[in-house]
């Protein structure tokens, strides 16, 4: 799953900054990508710390000086933004939008807990027990209620977290409390939301792209490190990866013809991920109740041979 995050945000950063074309402010992304990813990995002190506010900084003032910012948006937006209580009025869905957003939801909570034990694998911690269990208290209303209060579907920012980890080398409780409470603030002031409204697609794809490859790599390294990791569980992950992947990438028009619960799900690489590597896991390449033959073989010391 935490590789699919990093395939797809890798694929919306790409698609950003290509979105006009492999010109001169495509090269620019891709050169403000590599360096904050450069920095991450050679830098020192506080400088190692801070490669994707450099790259949104240094990111606007180039795209300023280009004209390509359009800070329309700020000048126009209110001082103060105040979201609606249910903006959607409190008539009852329809099933099939019910059925939709149980599903979603069921699946941001899959995406949160393996999100959740990739970045305690990152900061080399051990998730305790109790505290996973609040932790999902705490998650199923602030990120499911409460969004859906305010006319939003569920939101799980982990896995784009584990990569700003990654690059930034920060990972303290305390000051992620109090960037979130900043950033909470900042959300009500209207020309703020704006001027990152109007973030150049290509400034917007270089943060993306930067964290998107840590993210792969931390993927790979849960693998690397399952008690066990052979042909089956290779095959099941591979599988699950290459479909989940690949019917994302399929054309829009030929998802439009579907119904819109299957669009809703397999369109989705990271929830259409989730449910194949569940069914290939528990159904498909189902263990016997007796698997101990499936457990990796040790060699035999050659005097037992003898």
Same mark, same amino acid.
């Given at each position: 799953? %935490?590789?699919? /995050?990093?395939?797809?945000? $890798?694929?919306?950063g &790409?698609?950003? @900054?290509a979105e006009?074309?492999?010109?001169?402010?495509f090269?620019i992304? &891709?050169v403000?990508?590599l360096g904050?990813?450069?920095?991450a990995?050679?830098g020192?002190?506080?400088?190692a710390?801070?490669?994707?506010?450099?790259?949104i900084?240094?990111?606007?003032?180039i795209?300023?000086?280009? #004209?390509?910012?359009?800070?329309?948006?700020?000048r126009q937006?209110? =001082?103060?933004?105040?979201? !609606?209580?249910?903006?959607?009025?409190?008539?009852?869905?329809?099933?099939?939008?019910?059925?939709i957003?149980?599903?979603?939801n =069921? @699946? $941001?909570a899959?995406?949160?807990?393996?999100? &959740?034990? #990739?970045?305690?694998e990152?900061?080399?911690?051990?998730?305790?027990?109790?505290e996973?269990?609040?932790s999902?208290?705490?998650?199923?209303?602030?990120?499911?209620?409460?969004?859906?209060?305010?006319g939003?579907?569920?939101?799980?920012?982990?896995?784009?977290?584990?990569? %700003?980890?990654?690059?930034?080398r920060?990972?303290?409780?305390?000051?992620?409390?109090?960037a979130?409470?900043?950033?909470?603030? &900042?959300?009500f002031?209207?020309?703020? *939301?704006?001027?990152?409204?109007?973030?150049?697609?290509?400034? $917007?794809g270089?943060?993306?792209?930067?964290?998107?490859?840590? %993210?792969? #790599?931390i *993927?790979?390294?849960i693998?690397?490190?399952?008690? /066990?990791?052979?042909?089956?569980?290779?095959?099941?992950?591979g599988?699950?990866?290459?479909?989940?992947?690949?019917?994302?990438? =399929?054309?829009e028009?030929?998802?439009r013809?579907?119904?819109?619960?299957v669009?809703? %799900?397999?369109?989705n690489?990271?929830?259409?991920?989730?449910?194949?590597?569940?069914?290939?896991?528990?159904?498909?390449f189902?263990?016997?109740?007796? !698997?101990s033959?499936?457990?990796?073989q040790?060699?035999?010391?050659?005097?037992?041979?003898?």
């Open positions: 799953m %935490i590789i699919m /995050i990093g395939l797809t945000v $890798a694929g919306v &790409l698609s950003e @900054m006009a074309g492999f010109g001169v402010s090269f992304a &891709l403000l990508a904050g990813s450069a920095l990995i050679h020192t002190g506080v400088w710390t801070l490669p994707p506010f450099f790259v900084v240094l990111g606007y003032v795209f300023l000086a280009l #004209g390509q910012v359009d800070l329309e948006l700020a937006a209110p =001082l103060l933004s105040v979201p !609606s209580l249910f903006p959607y009025g409190l008539v009852w869905p329809s099933t099939d939008l019910i059925v957003m149980v599903i979603v =069921l @699946m $941001a899959a995406n949160f807990y393996g999100n &959740l034990h #990739g970045y305690a990152v900061i080399g911690e051990k998730v305790d027990e109790r996973e269990h609040r999902f208290t705490i998650f199923g209303f602030v990120e499911i209620v409460l969004p859906g209060i305010l939003t579907p569920a939101t799980v920012a982990y896995g784009e977290n584990l990569g %700003i980890v990654q690059l930034t920060v990972a303290a409780r305390a000051f992620i409390i109090v979130a409470a900043i950033f909470l603030v &900042l959300a002031i209207g020309p703020f *939301g704006a001027l990152m409204a109007a973030m150049p697609k290509e400034v $917007a270089a943060v993306l792209l930067g964290f998107a490859s840590p %993210i792969i #790599g *993927g790979a390294s693998l690397n490190t399952a008690p /066990i990791f052979q042909r089956r569980e290779q095959t099941l992950v599988f699950a990866i290459f479909l989940g992947l690949g019917l994302h990438l =399929l054309p028009e030929l998802w013809q579907a119904p819109r619960l669009e809703t %799900i397999f369109n690489p990271v929830i259409s991920v989730i449910i194949f590597v569940l069914v290939f896991e528990k159904v498909v189902r263990l016997p109740a007796d !698997s033959a499936m457990a990796p040790t060699a035999i010391p050659k005097e037992k041979e003898e």
